[in-house]
């Protein structure tokens, strides 16, 4: 039987925000709506993070995900006014979206569950809080040139090319 405590209860919520958002993403059709339904959903996920007593990956999951990455979103939308013009909801490859989707689903079940059950079915005799790592070992491993360093300048490239292309697709060519 659903034990009803706090945590519980804030879990349903969060996981009602995540999931809600989510399902407005994919089957919005204005665009600026999509990009406000994917700040509700992770809002949804740093609640995650706050029950899971990581207030620091929260923080940053607020500031640069909902606070940095989304409104770009918004401005890139607002700056190709030409795509906020969507007339489907589906379109000739919606199929293979639904096949990659349900891969995708089934490749994260199993990559949440193997780490909890662990692959014989026998759950790990060590507590969680030995496996998670401090705010200093994350920091750390970001800015380590073996681990994480590349991986987060590659992002940084990423995103700065999707807002020049952004800008480059807005410019009127009429000189």
Same mark, same amino acid.
């Given at each position: 039987?659903?034990?009803?405590?706090?945590?519980?209860?804030?879990?349903?919520?969060?996981?009602?925000c995540?999931?809600?958002? /989510?399902l407005?993403? #994919?089957?919005?059709?204005? =665009?600026?709506h999509? !990009?406000l339904?994917?700040? +509700?959903?992770?809002?949804? @996920?740093?609640?995650?993070f706050?029950?899971?007593?990581?207030?620091?990956?929260?923080?940053?999951?607020?500031?640069?995900?909902?606070?940095?990455?989304?409104?770009?979103?918004?401005?890139?939308?607002?700056?190709?006014?030409?795509?906020?013009?969507?007339?489907?909801?589906?379109?000739?490859?919606?199929?293979?979206? /639904?096949?990659?989707? #349900?891969?995708?689903?089934l =490749?994260?079940?199993? !990559?949440?569950?193997?780490? +909890?059950?662990?692959?014989? @079915?026998?759950?790990?005799?060590?507590?969680?809080?030995?496996?998670?790592?401090?705010?200093?070992?994350?920091?750390?491993?970001?800015?380590?040139?073996n681990?994480?360093?590349l991986?987060?300048?590659v992002?940084?490239?990423?995103?700065?090319?999707?807002?020049?292309?952004?800008?480059?697709?807005?410019?009127?060519?009429?000189d």
């Amino acid at each position: 039987m659903l034990e009803l405590n706090v945590q519980t209860i804030a879990f349903l919520i969060f996981a009602i925000c995540s999931l809600g958002g /989510a399902l407005g993403v #994919v089957t919005s059709r204005n =665009l600026i709506h999509g !990009a406000l339904f994917l700040i +509700v959903s992770l809002f949804g @996920g740093a609640g995650f993070f706050v029950l899971l007593s990581a207030p620091f990956i929260a923080v940053v999951q607020v500031l640069v995900y909902i606070g940095a990455i989304a409104i770009l979103i918004i401005f890139a939308v607002m700056l190709t006014r030409s795509m906020t013009g969507m007339r489907e909801l589906f379109n000739r490859q919606w199929w293979l979206s /639904a096949i990659v989707g #349900v891969l995708l689903f089934l =490749l994260l079940t199993i !990559a949440v569950i193997m780490p +909890v059950w662990g692959v014989n @079915g026998s759950k790990s005799n060590q507590p969680v809080s030995d496996q998670v790592a401090t705010t200093q070992d994350l920091g750390m491993a970001l800015v380590d040139g073996n681990q994480y360093v590349l991986p987060f300048e590659v992002a940084s490239l990423l995103l700065t090319g999707a807002m020049i292309g952004a800008i480059v697709i807005a410019r009127d060519t009429e000189d």
